[in-house]
């Protein structure tokens, strides 16, 4: 089970951390990774990190602002958001494959939370 948070209303080239609390014994050997969906387009991923936190991948789009990063004793995965832009607006959602390198391929996990809201604001 996964739990997203940190959602919220921000201003542009504001902050935000998303968290995502996991359940269950496998965290620290399962990938995961960020995908974010805006009204009316498709998924798409933003981030993703191995189980180590070695390897990590980052859309285009993101490059340079956000930020991934996992706690394997917390079972939670963290995504920090600067310098945000109204074009960052969708909802986020947190998920897991049952492997432990990443991908940004929405098909590759098995396992997603609920999203949190992110609005940016010009």
């Known amino acids: 089970q996964l739990q997203a948070s940190g959602g919220g209303l921000v201003q542009a080239g504001g902050s935000l951390r998303l968290s995502c609390a996991a359940s269950?014994?496998?965290?620290?050997?399962?990938?995961m990774g960020w995908f974010r969906q805006a009204p009316g387009k498709e998924r798409e991923s933003v981030a993703a990190?191995?189980?180590?936190?070695?390897?990590?991948y980052y859309a285009d789009s993101v490059k340079g602002r956000f930020t991934i990063s996992r706690d394997n004793a917390k079972n939670t995965v963290y995504l920090q958001m600067n310098s945000l832009k109204p074009e960052d607006t969708a909802a986020y959602y947190c998920?897991?494959?049952?492997?432990?390198?990443?991908?940004?391929?929405?098909?590759?996990?098995?396992?997603w939370g609920q999203g949190t809201d992110v609005t940016v604001s010009s």
């Open positions: 998920a897991a494959r049952d492997r432990s390198c990443i991908s940004s391929n929405y098909g590759d996990y098995g396992y």
């Open positions: 269950g014994p496998t965290f620290s050997s399962i990938a």
């Open positions: 990190i191995s189980w180590s936190g070695s390897s990590t």
